[in-house]
């Protein structure tokens, strides 16, 4: 399992020390982002379980529409265990991992409630996080720079990713011909006979 990196500590919330409900525009920018390239990585991961499923897209989509990206990551880790070569598996659960660590900031973005602390006017997000007791806020900083590194990370991991597909589906494409399948059965007829 990969070493995850460091991030700020998460803070208890105080009250008195955070200061307006609005964040900069840039802010909302940064949080825009942010949405908009997890949501492709969201469907990448889609794709990924639709090609080791070697599902088409309709009937794919039912399968993973009702599915968090915390338990996409568990499907795709058991079907690169059945599927790939050591070596591809090594790489696809680092990449996983990776992404379940930037999902954890994603989500704290996404669900956190934005302020201002003063006077050093920088962006926090306090949020009730499950971790913690239920009478815990907590709250994290995300000076722009965070935001940018965030943003990143999501591009990278969705291209490293994507570039994986092919090296995935002919990992598929070798286990499938090493483990060919069920053998059908002969149906009864309406009288309980077989063929």
Not at 56 to 83: H, N, Q, S, W, Y
Not at 158 to 180: N, V
Request: glycine share 6%.
């Amino acid at each position: 399992m990969a070493k995850r990196p460091q991030k700020p500590p998460i803070l208890p919330g105080k009250v008195g020390k955070i200061h307006g409900p609005t964040i900069p525009m840039s802010q909302e920018k940064w949080i825009g982002r942010i949405v908009v390239e997890w949501s492709k990585l969201e469907g990448a991961l889609d794709d990924m379980v639709w090609l080791f499923l070697d599902l088409a897209m309709e009937f794919g989509r039912p399968v993973t529409a009702t599915m968090d990206a915390t338990f996409k990551l568990k499907i795709l880790r058991k079907l690169a265990e059945v599927c790939c070569d050591s070596l591809l598996l090594d790489y696809l659960c680092e990449l996983y991992d990776r992404i379940d660590f930037i999902r954890e900031d994603r989500n704290f973005i996404v669900h956190g409630s934005w302020g201002r602390v003063m006077p050093e006017n920088i962006p926090i997000a306090l949020s009730l996080r499950p971790k913690h007791t239920p009478s815990t806020v907590v709250a994290e900083t995300f000076p722009q720079e965070r935001m940018r590194e965030i943003h990143e990370a999501i591009m990278d991991v969705k291209w490293r990713l994507l570039w994986t597909f092919e090296a995935a589906a002919a990992s598929r494409q070798r286990a499938r011909q090493q483990f060919p399948g069920w053998i059908p059965m002969p149906l009864p007829n309406r009288w309980g006979q077989t063929d």
